[in-house]
């Protein structure tokens, strides 16, 4: 498991007092921080230390290698390329974000900085990197005979359980790095979402006061909700690795999540659906009234599937 430690936070700026209010604000909430200066200072401090940071607070504009030439480097480095990356921007115009967001930016903070806004955007983007380390990890942990599994029925309905069943299910998966992050982010969904009925708008506040988690574990408890559970089934042929989630909730508008949107780009959340279609499976489908939602994942070229 995991070691729990200070969070390391890499702030990237050409303006020293950008630096300075920035680091003033997360030293006073316990985050461990490094400085650099411009896009080359922070390209060394990463690659030399690529396992140290949680998250990297990096300005879109810097002379020499600007804030997108990083991310793009981080984003081909295999060691790098899970650390969230905060932009730091003054720019709000539509295709910029874009750009940004296709280069595998998926948080944004915009100048000037409201305090507020800077912890809450951090504090997501720490939990989700420790939360991505943590199941990395156990996903690590091969049994070797998951691999004689091609067919199985599951059910959840807690936290822990999600955490359990996506690793579990990754380990039979190609890349299970790249797996048990978007299978986390859709089963969360299926819980949190689907069954306890939590909205979008409501989860930001639950982010806000830090009581999400507090929350789900008590709401699974409330009677309406004793008896919903999450179906999971997992299916391999030598084609493809096929995983359908279902809910018992009403379904969702899904498809404004299927990508990034720059409407949503400064919220604390939201990502996780875009993260699994974009990045973990080779494609998602969401199917009927949006509470079942099918993931792909094809064998790596070589293997045996």
Request: net charge negative; proline share 5%.
């Amino acid at each position: 498991m995991t070691t729990i430690t200070q969070p390391s936070i890499l702030i990237v700026d050409d303006e020293l007092m950008n630096i300075k209010l920035l680091a003033q604000i997360l030293q006073k909430e316990d985050y461990r921080i490094s400085v650099a200066m411009n896009g080359e200072e922070a390209w060394d401090l990463l690659q030399k230390s690529p396992g140290i940071f949680d998250a990297v607070l990096l300005d879109r504009m810097m002379p020499g290698i600007d804030g997108l030439e990083v991310l793009r480097r981080m984003k081909e480095h295999d060691e790098l390329k899970s650390i969230p990356v905060i932009f730091q921007t003054a720019m709000t115009q539509e295709d910029e974000i874009l750009e940004g967001i296709q280069a595998g930016a998926y948080y944004y903070l915009t100048k000037p900085y409201r305090k507020e806004r800077l912890l809450a955007v951090v504090k997501t983007a720490v939990a989700d990197h420790i939360q991505y380390k943590t199941l990395q990890e156990e996903s690590h942990q091969t049994v070797d005979a998951l691999n004689l599994l091609v067919k199985g029925d599951f059910t959840i309905q807690r936290l822990d359980e999600v955490d359990n069943l996506a690793t579990l299910l990754a380990k039979m998966c190609p890349e299970p790095d790249k797996v048990v992050l978007g299978l986390w982010e859709l089963l969360i969904n299926a819980v949190e979402h689907g069954n306890l009925g939590i909205g979008y708008e409501e989860k930001s506040e639950l982010l806000r006061l830090n009581i999400w988690r507090e929350e789900i574990d008590r709401r699974t408890t409330m009677p309406e909700h004793a008896g919903k559970k999450v179906l999971v089934r997992f299916e391999k042929t030598p084609e493809e690795i096929v995983i359908i989630i279902e809910d018992m909730g009403p379904g969702f508008d899904w498809k404004p999540f299927l990508e990034f949107s720059p409407d949503r780009v400064f919220d604390s959340h939201g990502r996780g659906i875009a993260i699994a279609g974009n990045y973990s499976f080779h494609r998602i489908e969401y199917l009927g009234k949006g509470n079942t939602v099918k993931a792909v994942i094809k064998p790596c070229p070589g293997s045996e599937g």
